[in-house]
T-cell receptor
Framework: GQQVMQIPQYQHVQEGEDFTTYCNSS?????IQWYKQRPGGHPVFLIQ?????EVKKQKRLTFQFGEAKKNSSLHITATQTTDVGTYFC?????????????FGKGTKLSVKP | GAGVSQSPRYKVTKRGQDVALRCDPI?????LYWYRQALGQGPEFLTY????????KSGLPNDRFSAERPEGSISTLTIQRTEQRDSAMYRC????????????FGQGTRLTVV
């Protein structure tokens, strides 16, 4: 079945440093979504990418979808303590049902002030 | 409602008992999803509905797990004859429909089977 792998599992950065998390799928994805989960909270939707090679920006966050629609990345420029949390990618599978989003295990980001 | 509401927030049950977890999605949302999230892991898909129709239940671990959404709004996830391995956070999410799939998650139900 479809698998979505995320690396790294953990990332510790100094405030002001950049951060990147990578997501790779074993199959071609119909779309990819990114979520952020704060400690003790629930996943909160950040963005959805649909097109091959798509790049979207939200302030200091840059999201990319690979040309083959099998990988994606989230890059945060100049991290702040408010960026702390776990970032999940979730892939929609062409072969699966439309609502069956497969989540990666997440990258837990900690930011030292 | 303003957001996805789940109840109860916490449930402790004895092994062998049945439990019912409730999800009240955002009003007007067509699609409703159930996920299970273990500590330090990503949400694991269980099942999802469009309106009252269960579209995919491939993620339900075994036949002790079932879900329904009889009127296309509130949904119930039922676990029969609970086992300790069922202990987890159960999360419900809803989206506008199955095309606009931005999922809004509820706070979850923390189930502990003792």
């Amino acid at each position: 079945g479809q698998q979505v792998m995320q690396i790294p599992q953990y990332q510790h950065v100094q405030e002001g440093e950049d951060f990147t998390t990578y997501c790779n799928s074993s199959t071609t994805l119909s779309n990819i979504q990114w979520y952020k989960q704060r400690p003790g909270g629930h996943p909160v939707f950040l963005i959805q990418l649909v097109k091959s090679g798509e790049v979207k920006k939200q302030k200091r966050l840059t999201f990319q979808f690979g040309e083959a629609k099998k990988n994606s990345s989230l890059h945060i420029t100049a991290t702040q303590t408010t960026d702390v949390g776990t970032y999940f990618c979730a892939g929609g599978d062409y072969g699966g049902s439309q609502g069956n989003l497969i989540f990666g295990k997440g990258t837990k980001l900690s930011v030292k002030p | 409602g303003a957001g996805v509401s789940q109840s109860p927030r916490y449930k402790v049950t004895k092994r062998g008992q049945d439990v019912a977890l409730r999800c009240d999605p955002i009003s007007g949302h067509v699609s409703l999803y159930w996920y299970r999230q273990a500590l330090g892991q990503g949400p694991e898909f269980l099942t999802y509905f469009n309106y009252e129709a269960q579209q995919d239940k491939s993620g339900l671990p075994n036949d002790r797990f079932s879900a329904e959404r009889p009127e296309g709004s509130i949904s119930t996830l039922t676990i029969q004859r609970t086992e300790q391995r069922d202990s987890a956070m159960y999360r419900c999410a809803s989206s506008f429909d199955s095309v606009n799939t931005e999922a809004f998650f509820g706070q979850g139900t923390r189930l502990t089977v003792v």
